[in-house]
């Protein structure tokens, strides 16, 4: 059983367009990290969010943490093909333990 | 220079075969981990260590080792390859700050045939 659920899995649309993948838990979190990896390379951390209902925008990505601290989400606008990859979340939870628990991946391509 | 980095960074061993993954990082942190990516899964983590003398399993242990040799050394060991552990295998380190960054290798790609 997956202790994070990323929805959707695959997302191939075309250049312009927006997106959101969700991120999803029965489980509460210390905090969230959203990481991109590219082909051939180990993923790399895009943000982390820690407040519940905390907001955080990195040029087009938006990334929100739910209230409950038990899902997030990302929202690409106008997304270019330089935004292709897959995309991970990450959560720690509240434990002595900083161990890290990931999704699936949305693995998202962009056409131009 | 990578702050993490794998070695080798392919490899395809036969079933039965004992085999190593090493990692090795500049980044002066105290936590490493090994994690394994399948398609549809994600990254599962195979086993952790906070320090030199702290080693812990992880939630798909079975089937590996691992050895912290140093602060800036970890390495995994599968004792008797098997097909379904053919996978990419990823190293990573973090601060011990709560909620700091991980930092990846590039991984290993293994092929157990």
């Known amino acids: 059983t997956q202790l994070l659920e990323q929805s959707p899995q695959f997302l191939s649309i075309q250049e312009g367009e927006n997106l959101t993948v969700y991120c999803n838990s029965s489980s509460v979190f210390s905090s969230l990290q959203w990481y991109r990896q590219e082909p051939g390379e180990g993923p790399v951390l895009l943000v982390t969010v820690v407040t519940g209902g905390e907001v955080k925008k990195l040029k087009r990505l938006t990334f929100q943490f739910g209230d409950a601290r038990k899902d997030s989400s990302l929202h690409i606008t106008a997304a270019q093909p330089g935004d292709t990859g897959l995309y991970l979340c990450a959560g720690a939870r509240f434990q002595g333990a900083q161990k890290l628990v990931f999704g699936q991946g949305t693995r998202l391509t962009i056409n131009p | 220079d990578a702050d993490v980095t794998q070695t080798p960074r392919n490899r395809i061993t036969k079933t039965g075969k004992r085999i190593m993954l090493e990692c090795s990082q500049t980044?002066?942190?105290?936590?490493m981990y090994w994690y394994r990516q399948d398609p549809g899964l994600g990254l599962r983590l195979i086993y952790y260590?906070?320090?030199?003398?702290?080693?812990n399993k992880g939630e798909i242990s079975d089937g590996y080792s691992v050895s912290r040799q140093a602060q800036a050394k970890f390495s995994l060991s599968l004792e008797s390859a098997i097909p379904n552990q053919t996978a990419l295998y990823f190293c990573?380190?973090?601060?011990?700050?709560?909620?700091?960054?991980?930092?990846f290798g590039q991984g290993t790609r293994l092929t157990v045939v």
């Open positions: 260590s906070f320090d030199v003398k702290d080693i």
């Open positions: 990573a380190t973090s601060g011990t700050g709560t909620n700091t960054e991980a930092f």
């Open positions: 980044k002066g942190h105290d936590r």
